[in-house]
């Protein structure tokens, strides 16, 4: 069974820093895509940061320069390291990964709340 665990949303002060980790377990064939969104109330889920297998990462143009996204392929790990957090940053963050059979998964989200 796949299983995608978010950790280290919680809550801070604007400009200050997250550091958000998703493990992946059970998933057949290797891990083509390791994508981050993100859902703030009342508004779409969208795309925060992706990276490849071949360490390519994408990221959301009004993220550039505060989110970085990285990975730890032997442990099947992905993280997001969140800089200079802003209150419209508030939001839930979830991991997927696309596995090289085609197939995606979730995890089940980890709250950010960035207020004063």
């Known amino acids: 069974q796949v299983q995608l665990v978010e950790s280290g949303g919680g809550l801070v002060q604007p400009g200050g820093s997250l550091r958000l980790s998703c493990t992946v377990s059970?998933?057949?064939?290797?891990?083509?895509?390791m994508t981050w969104y993100r859902q703030a109330p009342g508004k779409q889920r969208e795309l925060v940061a992706s990276?490849?297998?071949?360490?390519?990462?994408n990221y959301a143009d009004s993220l550039k320069g505060r989110f970085i996204i990285s990975r730890d392929s032997a442990k099947n790990m992905v993280y997001l390291q969140m800089n200079n957090l802003k209150p419209e940053d508030t939001a839930d963050y979830y991991c997927?990964?696309?596995?090289?059979?085609?197939?995606?998964?979730w995890g089940q989200g980890t709250q950010v709340t960035v207020s004063s």
């Open positions: 059970g998933i057949a064939g290797s891990i083509y895509r």
């Open positions: 997927s990964v696309l596995s090289t059979t085609g197939r995606s998964y």
């Open positions: 990276i490849m297998y071949n360490d390519r990462t």
